[in-house]
């Protein structure tokens, strides 16, 4: 996780092309280069290559011809299947400067390559090329401070509600987004209305090896969310040692990597953090106190079992705190917290046989004390979680996917106000779970996919079920993907409090057109129609509401450029009206997240070893719910609330950019050199308003930082 006033933390070496080119090398990546024919000698179009030690792909062109990159060394099979024909593999030794020549036989009438994506999916990956954003956009993207959060807040349907990390999916609200890693749920619980943005969990980004945002039609597989599902990948064994080390003004970070045999490796990261030397030197557009500072460490450990499996250990342990006044309705507030956050996930899979298990089992734990003038609330959460599901590879016209898990999840709460309890909530739960899901080859232009879920939680004391459907269509360069179901999460304890839990639940719609392939130009566009039932809020005396009710549309758009192999720019475009009962009135409302136009402006250019990026961001004004006046009271007077929701606070308007070299040398080590501004126009972006004591002024609340200039250099270790 990531806290928001960490706009600009350590855009290190992990936020520059040029790092990332470099960290390639330092692995030895090798390139694994061939053609895909059909025995006329014709080109084969989007087949797909994997390397089936480690998954990784790689898609052919217009001439049949594909690249894949992988630091894989010895022997391995290369796998490529185009849909509607059999596959065809061969046996190879890494690295080799030869390239491969396959040819493929027709088999059943072929499908054009389906590339088309599910609905609502949003990947950043380094392991496939056709998806919307270039490998590791996550820590090359101008403003996104190398947080996968951040990065994925770029997505098309991620509304634009502050400058925290959460992800507001489609309407929905932060905690409505549920994060996996390995598999395993990380954390993410619900917040107060941080004063600096709400916040969500996340992970370095160099831990990871993917990262993939489904946002509402996800398949079965996944449950116990409303809105969106974020998967994370870890990073696996390297193939060499390597390393890194950076300093700047705003903190510290090393990482290794040790390939002590060729089937054991290990990865560790360590990174502290302080923005104080930053707020100093640039200003502060809210009155820190202590300005933010953190810190995480986390290692990673595989072993392959067998030539086609691996089993992996990855934990990380991550602390954050700031302060900051001006955090309430009233100017005389002030806001703290202190955070502390683990995970650790031992997970196992196997890809030997056409049937493929896995297996992971996972403990997370949070710990957060925060505070809003007199008012305090301590959380303790903790979730144990395993999960085991077989696979049928695909290839073949029918895919099967089946699992079960089971979540204990543990939740601790604490309020308190001028040494008085407000309330206190200890509730363990267990949540368990099982899906099936099928694809079906209809037609070689067509696929449908039809799932289902049950989950059954003693917190709730129901069983919810989940049916799914997706059916995807494509024709030369034209994808088509409609997509519907049913979603049910089991609210927080906190949201509950003793009363009956009822399950909150959401039915969802989409429809998608596509169009390009998987270079040059690409465009695609979704409707999507959501309806809410049963949701659990907060109310703004910290309060819980449960009952509530909602609906949305929207329309995502995403548009893609790329004129050379360096130079590419990508256009998102969102448009949503949400509505969701307001909790204080028990009024129908414009939904807190409900920002009706959101759009996103990201440009790349390479220019030798020079790397230039920027980013322009705009959306309109979240709702909020004017104080048109106040009535006495004992200590103090208290608000009169306007219509929920019924005003907007402006426009949101950001620009950033970032530059990196690199200094690459025959002997001794690789030094990156970047600087970044961000608000470059410093723009005063308003959050919020308080109010003064009587509530008859009204003062807006800017965006945590002026516009900032940030420099640094890392240090690559060969």
């Given at each position: 996780?990531?806290?928001?006033a960490?706009?600009?933390?350590?855009?290190?070496?992990a936020?520059?092309p040029?790092?990332?080119?470099?960290?390639?090398?330092?692995?030895t990546?090798?390139?694994?280069?061939?053609?895909?024919?059909?025995?006329?000698?014709?080109?084969?179009?989007g087949?797909?290559v994997?390397?089936?030690?480690?998954e990784?792909r790689?898609?052919?062109d217009s001439?049949?011809?594909?690249?894949?990159?992988?630091?894989?060394?010895?022997?391995?099979l290369l796998?490529?299947r185009?849909?509607?024909?059999?596959?065809?593999?061969?046996?190879?030794?890494?690295?080799?400067d030869?390239g491969?020549?396959?040819?493929?036989?027709?088999?059943v009438?072929?499908?054009?390559?389906?590339?088309?994506?599910?609905?609502?999916?949003?990947r950043?990956?380094?392991?496939?090329?056709?998806?919307?954003?270039?490998?590791?956009?996550?820590v090359?993207?101008a403003?996104?401070?190398?947080?996968?959060?951040?990065?994925?807040q770029?997505?098309?349907?991620?509304?634009?509600?502050?400058?925290?990390?959460g992800?507001?999916?489609?309407?929905g609200?932060?905690?409505?987004?549920?994060v996996?890693?390995d598999?395993?749920?990380m954390?993410?619980?619900a917040?107060?209305?941080?004063?600096?943005?709400?916040?969500?969990?996340?992970?370095?980004?160099?831990?990871?090896s993917n990262?993939?945002l489904?946002?509402?039609?996800?398949?079965a597989?996944?449950g116990?969310?409303?809105?969106?599902?974020?998967?994370?990948?870890?990073?696996?064994?390297?193939?060499?040692?390597?390393?890194?080390?950076?300093?700047?003004?705003g903190g510290a970070?090393?990482?290794?990597?040790?390939?002590?045999?060729?089937?054991?490796g290990?990865?560790?990261?360590?990174?502290i953090?302080n923005l104080?030397?930053?707020?100093?030197?640039?200003?502060?557009?809210?009155?820190?106190?202590?300005?933010?500072?953190?810190?995480?460490?986390?290692?990673t450990?595989?072993?392959a079992?067998?030539?086609?499996s691996?089993?992996?250990?990855?934990?990380?342990?991550?602390?954050?705190r700031f302060?900051?006044?001006?955090?309430?309705?009233?100017?005389?507030?002030?806001?703290?917290?202190?955070?502390?956050e683990?995970?650790?996930?031992?997970?196992?899979?196997?890809?030997?046989?056409?049937?493929r298990p896995?297996?992971?089992?996972?403990r997370?734990?949070?710990?957060?004390?925060?505070?809003?003038?007199?008012?305090?609330?301590g959380t303790?959460?903790?979730?144990?979680?395993?999960v085991m599901?077989?696979?049928?590879?695909p290839?073949t016209?029918?895919?099967v996917?089946?699992?079960?898990?089971?979540?204990?999840?543990?939740?601790?709460?604490?309020?308190?106000?001028?040494?008085?309890?407000?309330?206190?909530?200890?509730?363990?739960?267990?949540?368990?779970?099982?899906?099936?899901?099928?694809?079906w080859?209809?037609?070689?232009?067509?696929?449908?996919?039809?799932?289902?879920?049950?989950?059954?939680?003693?917190?709730?004391?129901?069983?919810?079920l989940?049916?799914?459907?997706?059916?995807?269509?494509?024709?030369?360069?034209?994808?088509?993907?409609?997509?519907?179901?049913v979603y049910?999460?089991?609210?927080?304890?906190i949201?509950?409090?003793?009363?009956?839990?009822?399950p909150m639940r959401?039915?969802q719609?989409?429809?998608?057109?596509e169009?390009?392939?998987?270079?040059?130009?690409r465009?695609?566009?979704?409707?999507?129609?959501?309806?809410?039932?049963?949701?659990?809020?907060?109310?703004?005396?910290?309060?819980?509401?449960t009952?509530?009710v909602g609906?949305?549309?929207?329309?995502?758009?995403?548009f893609?450029?790329?004129?050379?192999?360096?130079?590419?720019?990508?256009?998102?475009w969102?448009?949503?009206?949400?509505r969701?009962?307001?909790?204080?009135?028990?009024?129908?409302?414009?939904?807190?997240?409900?920002?009706?136009?959101?759009?996103?402006?990201l440009?790349?250019r390479?220019?030798?070893?020079?790397?230039?990026?920027?980013?322009?961001?705009?959306?309109t004004?979240?709702?909020f719910?004017?104080?048109?006046?106040?009535?006495p009271?004992?200590?103090?007077?208290?608000?009169?609330?306007?219509?929920p929701?019924?005003?907007?606070?402006?426009?949101?308007?950001?620009?950033?950019?970032?530059i990196?070299?690199l200094?690459?040398?025959?002997?001794?080590p690789?030094?990156?050199?970047?600087?970044s501004?961000?608000n470059?126009?410093?723009?005063?972006?308003i959050?919020r308003?308080?109010?003064?004591r009587?509530?008859?002024?009204r003062?807006?609340v800017?965006?945590?930082f002026?516009?900032?200039?940030?420099?640094g250099?890392?240090?690559?270790?060969?």
């Amino acid at each position: 996780m990531r806290y928001t006033a960490i706009l600009f933390l350590l855009l290190t070496a992990a936020t520059t092309p040029s790092f990332v080119r470099a960290q390639e090398a330092a692995e030895t990546r090798s390139v694994v280069r061939g053609t895909v024919v059909r025995p006329s000698g014709l080109p084969v179009v989007g087949a797909r290559v994997e390397l089936f030690e480690t998954e990784e792909r790689a898609v052919t062109d217009s001439t049949g011809r594909f690249v894949l990159r992988t630091t894989w060394t010895g022997p391995a099979l290369l796998v490529v299947r185009a849909l509607g024909d059999p596959p065809v593999s061969l046996d190879v030794q890494l690295p080799s400067d030869s390239g491969f020549v396959f040819v493929l036989p027709r088999g059943v009438p072929r499908l054009t390559a389906m590339t088309v994506r599910p609905a609502g999916e949003f990947r950043l990956t380094n392991t496939t090329r056709q998806e919307a954003l270039t490998p590791l956009d996550v820590v090359q993207t101008a403003g996104a401070a190398a947080n996968v959060s951040r990065a994925l807040q770029l997505a098309p349907g991620v509304n634009a509600v502050d400058e925290g990390t959460g992800l507001f999916v489609r309407g929905g609200d932060v905690t409505e987004t549920r994060v996996l890693v390995d598999d395993v749920v990380m954390l993410s619980p619900a917040r107060f209305n941080n004063p600096t943005g709400h916040v969500g969990a996340s992970l370095n980004p160099f831990l990871l090896s993917n990262a993939t945002l489904a946002a509402g039609a996800f398949g079965a597989a996944y449950g116990n969310a409303l809105s969106g599902v974020v998967r994370m990948e870890t990073a696996g064994r390297p193939t060499r040692n390597s390393g890194s080390l950076t300093a700047s003004i705003g903190g510290a970070s090393a990482d290794a990597a040790l390939a002590i045999t060729p089937r054991f490796g290990v990865r560790a990261l360590a990174n502290i953090s302080n923005l104080g030397p930053l707020v100093a030197a640039f200003g502060e557009a809210q009155p820190y106190d202590p300005p933010p500072r953190g810190g995480d460490a986390a290692l990673t450990v595989e072993f392959a079992t067998t030539r086609h499996s691996r089993l992996r250990l990855f934990t990380v342990r991550q602390q954050q705190r700031f302060g900051v006044g001006a955090a309430d309705v009233s100017d005389q507030a002030r806001y703290a917290a202190a955070t502390t956050e683990g995970l650790t996930v031992l997970s196992w899979r196997d890809t030997t046989h056409r049937w493929r298990p896995s297996f992971a089992a996972g403990r997370s734990s949070h710990t957060r004390d925060e505070s809003l003038t007199a008012f305090a609330l301590g959380t303790r959460l903790t979730s144990e979680h395993v999960v085991m599901a077989v696979q049928r590879a695909p290839g073949t016209r029918l895919d099967v996917h089946i699992g079960v898990e089971q979540e204990r999840f543990t939740a601790r709460y604490t309020g308190t106000t001028d040494e008085t309890t407000l309330f206190r909530v200890n509730a363990p739960t267990v949540r368990t779970g099982a899906h099936a899901e099928i694809g079906w080859r209809l037609h070689p232009l067509a696929q449908l996919t039809v799932g289902a879920r049950a989950d059954r939680s003693d917190f709730t004391r129901r069983t919810t079920l989940d049916p799914r459907v997706a059916l995807a269509v494509q024709r030369g360069a034209w994808g088509l993907v409609a997509a519907g179901g049913v979603y049910h999460q089991v609210p927080e304890p906190i949201l509950v409090r003793g009363q009956t839990a009822a399950p909150m639940r959401v039915s969802q719609a989409s429809l998608a057109v596509e169009r390009g392939g998987t270079v040059g130009a690409r465009a695609r566009i979704e409707a999507y129609a959501r309806r809410w039932n049963a949701l659990s809020q907060f109310t703004s005396d910290f309060g819980v509401a449960t009952g509530g009710v909602g609906d949305a549309l929207g329309v995502d758009s995403e548009f893609r450029w790329q004129w050379t192999e360096k130079s590419r720019t990508r256009l998102v475009w969102s448009v949503l009206d949400a509505r969701r009962t307001d909790p204080q009135s028990g009024e129908l409302a414009p939904a807190p997240a409900s920002v009706t136009h959101s759009i996103v402006w990201l440009t790349e250019r390479e220019i030798g070893r020079l790397s230039l990026n920027s980013a322009f961001r705009y959306a309109t004004g979240r709702p909020f719910t004017d104080i048109i006046g106040s009535v006495p009271s004992v200590d103090a007077p208290q608000p009169v609330f306007g219509a929920p929701n019924a005003l907007r606070l402006p426009g949101y308007l950001r620009s950033d950019v970032s530059i990196s070299w690199l200094h690459a040398r025959q002997r001794g080590p690789t030094a990156v050199f970047w600087a970044s501004i961000s608000n470059v126009f410093d723009r005063r972006n308003i959050m919020r308003y308080t109010w003064n004591r009587d509530f008859t002024a009204r003062t807006p609340v800017r965006s945590p930082f002026n516009r900032s200039i940030y420099a640094g250099a890392t240090l690559l270790l060969p």
